[in-house]
């Protein structure tokens, strides 16, 4: 059975940094593409970084230069640094893993509050 675990969010100022964490188990994490996904109330969920199996990173350029998506397949884990955090960063952030037909598991997401 495929778990997938999130940590790290919290309450945190702006200028703050946080790193989110999500852990995989049951299944091939080394297989799969990984992203980082947000939502904040009110407003639809978004993509805010990708790493893929070859390496290559995407970042929106709300977060670009102060987000950084990595991935540990040793511990079947993933990312995201955040630093220069800002109050429009405020949403739950989601992991997600997927394969090339874009199929995959989601987090629970888990929630990051930056306050002005």
């Known amino acids: 059975q495929v778990q997938v675990e999130e940590s790290g969010g919290g309450l945190v100022q702006a200028g703050g940094s946080l790193r989110l964490s999500c852990t995989a188990s049951g299944m091939i994490f080394a297989r799969y593409n990984v992203a980082w996904h947000r939502q904040a109330p009110g407003k639809q969920r978004e993509l805010v970084a990708v790493l893929t199996l070859g390496g290559n990173t995407n970042y929106p350029d709300s977060v670009k230069g102060r987000f950084t998506i990595s991935r540990d397949n040793a511990k079947n884990t993933m990312y995201l640094q955040m630093n220069s955090l800002k109050p429009d960063d405020t949403a739950v952030y989601y992991c997600?893993?997927?394969?090339?037909?874009?199929?995959?598991?989601w987090g629970q997401g888990t929630q990051v509050t930056v306050s002005s």
């Open positions: 997600r893993m997927f394969d090339v037909r874009a199929q995959g598991y």
